[in-house]
């Protein structure tokens, strides 16, 4: 309200003559001054000895008046002295009037302030520079940028009051000073950022408002709200913007009449604009505004809420959301109360085999098919990054039931392209309001475990069939490749007396040892003649990315190692590890000879196919380089192991 009155003052003495100020007014403000709710001082403009503060300024830093007006700004702000006369001088000059400080009470305590200080002029008509010190400690300087602003002009105004006390007596003095001044008053009146309108309510004979005319009005009114006052003055609102609601009329009304000012925002529909709006009546039935267009703070402002209570990628509700929502509907009246949790079944997998665009993809399919297969009154949020949680009030355990039966229905019906979409769910239900909600929430979290334990492993198993389908659909030479390797792998096993469970652990090792060729662009993969440099190295990920896929299924996990290994060499210049010798597993190393041997013997367009023989000579040759010279000696000794 005192920022108001503020207001006011300044702009009936723009319009009035300065010397018609009175000893009264004098006194008035400074009355104000002491009273006001922000904390205030006056300083010498040169020393930055304290000439005067307020109580607010006693309550904020501990000290009495006496002590404040006997100590220097150098006490109170830790900057050192010659830092604090640079940013004083810049106050002086009005080059800079917003400072950002940190101030030591007398207790001890470092508060972070925002100060607004501008040049005035003090009792004997000397300068001095008025401080209004906001605490902005809570906020550590994140405050808002357009409350920044509107504090900057409230505290510029409440500066102009004081200099207009001031130097009552010493305008009298100087006719041209008093000029000058008047001019700098008129200037920010007309460049305030803030808008300024002054209007007359119009009531009807019951009193009630009805409308309101538009008598004065300043530049900023015409920027932020586009209408121009020489085109206003003397009209009502009713004319000029007839869809006004009558939410103004009456909020202005209401001022206008009883004098009680009031502040306020709120959305104009007939300027698709949202305002904060102060207003105050300095007569009866008028009443004044000082407005700021806050729609970009507001859109902005819902913005943030937004993304602090979604999950960016499914648009659902995230993990802070359904921690306040928990406990807000942790009540009797929404019993009972049940939780689902849900586990995605093989994101990984799928990352790792189709990449995390297609991993992506998946969530927000599964997070589309809760949104279908939930109420409205459900809260769904995505808590991490597989899993998901359902709050249902007022949902007994068979409605609960039902509601996941059609989620599980909704999800085995779809198909994404070549992914297999899984889910598993588990959930309790809150029967009674003694119930620990914590208790419930590990409930439902332990029967989601429990199935996950035989959904997800049969889920990956499909998910490595359908993986292996796909790759030899894109390229047969990839399954008949596959397939030989499998083939001279199971030979070798045989030359080499290995018994039945390892023959079958070759077996799936030769099928699955370049599975990880799935991930790798097809434009490579089918390419003719020879891999350029980035083609090689995009297709030597095929090992590290077969290893993850075959990690990721229990079944398989024995066949990861050959995966990741079967491209090492024995001499240690293989990759992607480079291990060399014993280090390189036992399968591994039967499946990088029949790998080899295959791809000498098959045709491919860059190179030669070689025979039988020749293969057979060219590994014999690369023994103890490229291959295992022990497994190479067996094979030289029973050159007609393939028949």
Same mark, same amino acid.
Request: aromatic share 6%; with cysteine.
């Given at each position: 309200m005192k920022n108001f009155i503020s207001i006011l003052i300044i702009i009936f003495s723009i319009i009035a003559p300065i010397s018609s100020y009175s000893e009264s007014d004098i006194y008035k403000s400074d009355e104000l001054f002491h009273s006001h709710g922000s904390v205030m001082l006056i300083l010498d403009s040169d020393s930055g000895k304290i000439l005067d503060a307020n109580h607010a300024a006693e309550k904020f830093y501990g000290y009495s008046l006496s002590e404040l007006k006997s100590?220097?700004?150098?006490?109170? /702000?830790?900057?050192? &002295?010659?830092?604090?006369?640079?940013?004083?001088?810049?106050?002086?000059?009005?080059?800079?009037?917003?400072?950002?400080?940190?101030?030591?009470?007398? /207790?001890?305590e470092i508060k972070y302030v925002e100060v607004y200080s501008s040049p005035i002029f003090y009792q004997n008509g000397d300068e001095a520079l008025l401080s209004i010190v906001h605490d902005i400690s809570p906020r550590v300087l994140a405050e808002n940028k357009a409350n920044r602003a509107r504090i900057g002009v409230f505290s510029m105004l409440a500066v102009l009051l004081f200099a207009l006390a001031y130097i009552s007596i010493a305008t009298r003095r100087n006719s041209k000073k008093e000029i000058e001044i008047k001019r700098r008053f008129q200037s920010l009146f007309d460049n305030m950022n803030e808008g300024f309108a002054l209007h007359e309510i119009i009531c009807d004979e019951a009193g009630k408002p009805i409308d309101y005319k538009f008598l004065e009005a300043n530049k900023a009114f015409e920027t932020i709200t586009g209408l121009k006052i020489d085109e206003l003055k003397g009209k009502t609102v009713k004319q000029v913007l007839p869809k006004t609601e009558q939410y103004w009329i009456d909020l202005y009304g209401k001022v206008a009449t009883t004098g009680e000012p009031d502040k306020v925002q709120h959305y104009a529909r007939n300027l698709m604009k949202h305002f904060s709006v102060n207003v105050y009546s300095p007569k009866s039935n008028q009443f004044a505004t000082v407005f700021s267009d806050v729609t970009e703070e507001v859109y902005f402002s819902e913005k943030i809420r937004y993304l602090s209570f979604h999950d960016q990628l499914t648009g659902l509700y995230n993990r802070h959301f359904f921690e306040e929502e928990l406990?807000?509907?942790?009540? &009797?009246? /929404?019993?009972?109360?049940?939780?689902?949790?849900?586990?995605?079944?093989?994101?990984?997998?799928?990352?790792?085999?189709?990449?995390?665009?297609?991993?992506?993809?998946?969530?927000?399919?599964?997070?589309?098919?809760?949104?279908?297969?939930?109420?409205?009154?459900?809260?769904?949020?995505?808590?991490?990054?597989?899993?998901?949680?359902?709050?249902?009030?007022?949902?007994? &355990?068979?409605?609960?039931?039902?509601?996941?039966?059609?989620?599980?229905?909704?999800? &085995?019906?779809?198909?994404?392209?070549?992914?297999?979409?899984?889910?598993?769910?588990?959930?309790?239900?809150?029967?009674?309001?003694?119930?620990?909600?914590?208790?419930?929430?590990?409930?439902?979290?332990?029967?989601?475990?429990?199935?996950?334990?035989?959904?997800s492993q049969s889920m990956r198993n499909k998910t490595i069939s359908l993986i292996l389908q796909t790759l030899n659909k894109a390229d047969s030479k990839e399954k008949i490749h596959s397939e030989n390797v499998s083939k001279i792998a199971v030979k070798i096993g045989k030359l080499l007396n290995l018994n039945q469970q390892t023959l079958k652990e070759i077996e799936l090792a030769g099928l699955m040892h370049d599975i990880g060729k799935i991930a790798i662009n097809n434009e490579v993969l089918t390419k003719f003649g020879i891999f350029s440099e980035s083609e090689m190295i995009e297709i030597r990920r095929h090992p590290e990315i077969g290893y993850h896929i075959l990690k990721s299924v229990d079944e398989y996990a024995p066949l990861a190692e050959c995966a990741l290994s079967h491209h090492e060499r024995w001499d240690g210049t293989g990759y992607p590890r480079g291990l060399k010798q014993d280090e390189i597993p036992f399968i591994a190393r039967i499946i990088q000879i029949a790998d080899a041997f295959d791809a000498m013997t098959s045709f491919r367009s860059y190179k030669e196919t070689l025979s039988i023989q020749e293969a057979l000579e060219e590994v014999k040759n690369n023994s103890g380089t490229q291959f295992d010279p022990d497994i190479v000696k067996h094979i030289a000794l029973n050159p007609n192991f393939l028949k």
């Open positions: 100590m220097n700004i150098s006490q109170i /702000n830790i900057l050192d &002295e010659k830092e604090i006369k640079a940013e004083m001088q810049l106050a002086k000059s009005q080059e800079r009037t917003y400072f950002e400080f940190r101030h030591k009470l007398k /207790n001890g406990l807000r509907l942790d009540t &009797e009246r /929404n019993l009972p109360l049940t939780i689902a949790l849900l586990d995605v079944n093989g994101l990984k997998l799928t990352n790792d085999a189709f990449g995390h665009k297609k991993g992506d993809e998946l969530l927000v399919k599964v997070a589309e098919h809760l949104k279908t297969e939930c109420r409205f009154d459900d809260i769904i949020a995505r808590i991490g990054g597989d899993e998901f949680v359902i709050l249902l009030p007022k949902t007994s &355990e068979q409605e609960a039931s039902n509601i996941i039966e059609r989620i599980y229905t909704s999800i &085995e019906n779809t198909k994404m392209d070549n992914i297999i979409i899984s889910v598993s769910i588990g959930f309790d239900t809150k029967t009674n309001a003694t119930q620990p909600v914590s208790e419930i929430f590990s409930k439902a979290e332990e029967h989601m475990y429990r199935k996950k334990l035989t959904e």
